[in-house]
Each structure stands twice: as structure tokens, then as C-alpha cells.
């Protein structure tokens, strides 16, 4: 499906992409990678805007606030750490005392959530940096993703040795569902519109309903996936990737698989879709991030359809006219 915008700078395998909405100056793309400096981008054309120096071990999450104006990090150094996007600068950096595997900025972008091997998730305040965090539940196990919802009034985590998806209440710091996933769920993604929860566990792809925490879609995959996400505006398709190195895209509704992007030379960790659905993104453990336009190969077939059918047009006139002036020339000489 297309030729995809290669974006090259990681050293390492590429864990984490995420986009941030779209802002007046566009919608941008932040990765994470075990070579321990994060990424921005222009999220259209892929273009480096700026590396953020500092981490002193992987980073294995990212993620951008909502004005794109700052970043957070996670990391194996035992710190998650909130940049200045416009300058690069280091704002703040939260220490723990084990590795920080996932973060994520609330959505009125005052709150930082963590979780790691600690096994604890722990809400910093943005604007009290200093103040001790706010600690959340107690996770059966090493926390792997984690995620914002219900407008900041409920987060959900996942953990790295056991299946399921818990959400938990901030308010009053109790469970107040989990979704039941066979095996542990590597990567989890609430729509944009805050509808579906998207998960990946094991070769599965599912989809649940974000307000009633009903199971909509279950589909299993050609081989086990460590990432998906829906389409952010109609949510009539999805991608998935994983080990066999590509990114497959289907149909929401029928589980049909409608597109394959093959490119990547090693798994495939992560995938997103961009904020306004024409493109998506995939990391990998070849230390590349990949752009990928939707519907590149229909575009290219169309155009040359449409170019064979004025060529076969084309030919058609040349012929008519031909056998116009030959009938023209065989009237000239019955004349004579």
C-alpha cells in the first residue's frame, strides 16, 4: 500500500509513538526508543523538529499534550520527565524507584499519569510539580499502558504479566470495571471521540465500549500483535502490527483485512493513526518510524485507470479518424 515517509534518527528499536491533536500549527509525532532520546516531528511530513537530550536509559513511552506545547517521557533511568516542545528544554523530572514504563497526559493537560515496574500509578499535578503524587489502586502486577478517561475521572492500566484492562475511579480510588483479555495486553487506545477502548493482547484485537464496558468487536489476527488503533474519524477501519513486520489495516466491521504495508525489517511495537485519520505511523525494532498515507495504492490505481481509459480513448479517435480519411481518399479516387 504505498511507499511510506521513512523517518531514520533512532539508533535502537522504536517502542512508542504518539500523535498530539491538531493544533493551529498542525498535529505533531513524538517516539520513544530504547536509545533513550524521544523524537518530535511533523506528524504530515515526518520532518525532525527536535531531539530531547537527558534520559540515561530507554525511554519506553511518550506522549504530547493536547496544544502540543509540552512532552512526557518514561523511562528506564527510574524517571518520567516533562520537556518544554517548543524549545527542547527539561521542565520537570519525576524520579521512582524502578522503571517507568507508560505515561500520559490527562486531557485539560494538568495531570501526568505513570506506571512501571513498581506496580504503582502515580498522578503528578502539573501545575504543583513538586507536590507529592497522587497514588491510584493497587495493579496485580508490572504496569505496561496506561490511559486517560471519562473526562480525567477515570484511568486505565494494563499489566506486562497479566491479561486484563482495570479502570479505576480517581475520585474514590476503587475499580470500577475490568476487561478480561487472555493474555496481557500490550497496548491500549481510547478513541478520540471517547467512544471504544482499543486493546491488543496475544493475537487479539479487541474493541470495547468505553461508557458500558461492553465487548463490541473481538478479531484474531495473522499473528500476534503488540499494537493497534481505530481510525480517529469514522472509525470504519483499524491497524494492527506485530511480529511478522508489517502493518495490516481492516475493516471495523467485518474484521476484513483491506490493506498490508510492508516495509519494516524487524517487529513492529507500535502503531497510530494520525488525529485526522489520512495517514498512520508504525515503530519498530529496526529503529525506524514509518508514515504511511491511507489509500495511497487506490489513488495510484485510479489515476492510471483513469490514464489507461483517455489512452484507450485516445486511440479510438486516431482509429475512427483514420478509417474516416481512408473512406474520404476511396470516395477521391471513385470520383476521378
Not at 491538531?22 to 532520546?37: E, H, Q, R, W
Not at 471495523?252 to 507500535?270: L, Q, Y
Not at 488525529?275 to 529496526?286: A, F, K, L, N
Request: proline share 4%.
Amino acid at each position: 500500500m504505498g511507499v511510506p515517509l521513512v523517518c531514520h534518527g533512532h539508533s535502537r528499536p522504536v517502542v512508542d509513538v504518539s500523535y498530539s491533536p491538531i493544533t493551529p500549527d498542525g498535529f505533531f509525532l513524538i517516539s520513544a526508543s530504547k536509545d533513550s532520546v524521544p523524537m518530535l516531528r511533523n506528524g504530515e511530513t515526518g520532518d525532525w523538529i527536535g531531539t530531547f537530550e537527558g534520559h540515561k536509559g530507554a525511554v519506553w513511552s511518550c506522549s504530547l499534550d493536547k496544544h502540543a506545547m509540552r512532552a512526557a517521557s518514561a523511562s528506564a533511568d527510574f524517571t518520567a520527565k516533562i520537556w518544554n516542545a517548543l524549545t527542547g528544554n527539561e521542565l520537570h523530572s519525576f524520579e521512582h524507584k524502578h522503571i517507568v514504563r507508560a505515561c500520559a497526559f490527562s486531557q485539560d493537560t494538568h495531570r501526568l499519569l505513570t506506571g512501571g515496574m513498581e506496580k504503582i500509578l502515580r498522578i503528578f499535578d502539573m501545575n504543583r510539580p513538586d507536590a507529592p503524587p497522587k497514588e491510584v489502586g493497587t495493579p496485580p502486577g508490572s504496569i505496561r499502558t496506561v490511559e486517560w478517561l471519562h473526562s480525567d475521572n477515570t484511568i486505565l492500566s494494563s499489566c506486562t504479566d497479566t491479561g486484563d484492562i482495570r479502570l479505576w475511579d480517581i475520585r474514590n480510588d476503587k475499580i470500577v470495571q475490568t476487561l478480561e483479555t487472555k493474555f496481557p495486553v500490550t497496548s491500549a487506545e481510547v478513541s478520540q471521540d471517547g467512544r471504544y477502548i482499543t486493546t491488543a493482547d496475544g493475537s487479539s484485537v479487541k474493541f470495547w465500549d468505553a461508557n458500558n464496558f461492553g465487548l463490541v468487536k473481538s478479531y484474531e489476527m495473522p499473528c500476534n500483535v503488540e499494537s493497534a488503533s481505530l481510525e480517529p474519524k469514522t472509525g470504519n477501519t483499524f491497524i494492527a502490527g506485530g511480529e511478522d513486520m508489517w502493518v495490516h489495516r481492516f475493516d471495523f466491521h467485518t474484521g476484513e483485512e483491506i490493506g498490508c504495508n510492508k516495509g519494516h525489517h524487524g517487529p513492529v511495537h507500535c502503531v497510530r493513526y494520525a488525529p485526522g485519520g489520512d495517514s498512520y505511523t508504525s515503530g519498530s525494532e529496526d529503529g525506524t518510524v514509518r508514515i504511511w498515507e491511507v489509500n495511497t495504492v487506490h489513488h495510484e490505481e485510479r489515476e492510471n485507470n483513469n490514464l489507461s481509459g483517455h489512452v484507450k480513448l485516445v486511440a479510438e479517435e486516431v482509429v475512427r479518424k483514420a478509417e474516416s480519411l481512408r473512406i474520404t481518399e476511396k470516395a477521391t479516387e471513385a470520383a476521378k
